[in-house]
């Protein structure tokens, strides 16, 4: 069972740099999380989705933009790379509401030069 | 954004002891997720909570859903080399419209064989 696939595993950019961490689930699941991780900080919510057409920001969704153009996708797009959005990147499928789990990928490492 | 504040930040403790993290919000949750991660991989799943005072075991490992629903614990008993990695709590609060997580900042467990 595949759960939640990230590409890439790696990736280095240099500043002002775009690109599309890709995010995709096969548990059919409405809701999706993009999350950053850096040290010593936990996990950090940064959008999200409720469905097919619908998403919003978390709490630190500056510097990024998604899209949730089907059940099974969430790319995060970032528009200009900048070196404080190093960090590694998670994306989450979460079942349904009341009494939910939140099943992660393996993660993207981005380094922005 | 929601906080979590989890203690300890890191243990360093002999094979065979027993482990006791806690985690604490500022607002009232519905749901406490414990999860694992090791090295370069994505938290996983270890524990669930659903109800205030909910105590739920896995193994070795316990958690409880706190009677005021803005806490939780773990603890972890007998302690093993691989039981090393970064533990975090996360919550869903009671308010939240967008079924999301929010996670604790982590603790870092090292077993000494």
Known sequence: NAGVTQTPKFQVLKTGQSMTLQCAQDMNHEYMSWYRQDPGMGLRLIHYSVGAGITDQGEVPNGYNVSRSTTEDFPLRLLSAAPSQTSVYFCASITPWGGGEAFFGQGTRLTVV | ?113
């Open chain 2, 1 to 113: 954004g929601q906080q979590l504040n989890q203690s300890p930040q890191s243990m360093f403790i002999q094979e065979g002891e027993d482990v006791s993290m806690n985690c604490t919000s500022s607002s009232i949750f519905n749901t406490w997720l414990w999860y694992k991660q090791e090295p370069g991989e994505g938290p996983v799943l270890l524990i669930a909570l659903y109800k205030a005072g909910e105590l739920t075991s896995n193994g070795r490992l316990t958690a409880q859903f706190g009677i005021t629903r803005k806490d939780s614990f773990l603890n972890i008993s007998a302690s093993i080399p691989s039981d090393v990695g970064i533990y975090f709590c996360a919550g869903q609060p009671l308010l939240d419209t967008g079924n999301q997580f929010y996670f604790g900042t982590g603790t870092s467990l090292t077993v000494i064989p």
